[in-house]
């Protein structure tokens, strides 16, 4: 059984992933950031989760004009480019 959680979607026995950027389709600065965060989520073992801000209202109305945003551990860390320094820092990479 799936849930809608406060930033996307994943079973509800599972807590969220560690690392998601909020994105929509035909985003350039978005698929910059998602290379950047398969990037770093590799050197930590990590795979970032994808969610379509246009496909819950909730989100669309709280980042829609602020995509791409990074989560890390469900709070937001970063929006429209990721904080390469601060993110590896607070994942523990250096």
């Known amino acids: 059984m799936t849930r809608l959680r ?3 979607w994943w079973p509800v026995a599972e807590s ?3 690392l ?3 994105t929509r389709t035909g985003c350039h600065l978005c ?3 998602a290379e950047t965060l398969a990037r770093i989520g590799a050197e ?3 795979v ?3 969610v379509d801000v ?3 209202p909730e989100l669309r109305a709280e980042y829609g004009d602020r995509v791409p945003v990074v989560l890390l551990d469900g709070r937001e860390h970063s929006y429209f480019t990721v904080d390469v320094v601060r993110l ?3 994942l523990g990479l250096g």
Request: proline share 12%.
């Open 6 to 8: 406060r930033w996307g």
């Open 44 to 46: 930590a073992g990590l």
């Open 16 to 18: 969220p992933p560690r």
């Open 20 to 22: 998601q950027l909020l």
């Open 54 to 56: 246009d496909g819950d």
């Open 88 to 90: 590896r820092r607070d």
């Open 48 to 50: 970032p989760q994808s």
């Open 31 to 33: 698929e910059i950031a």
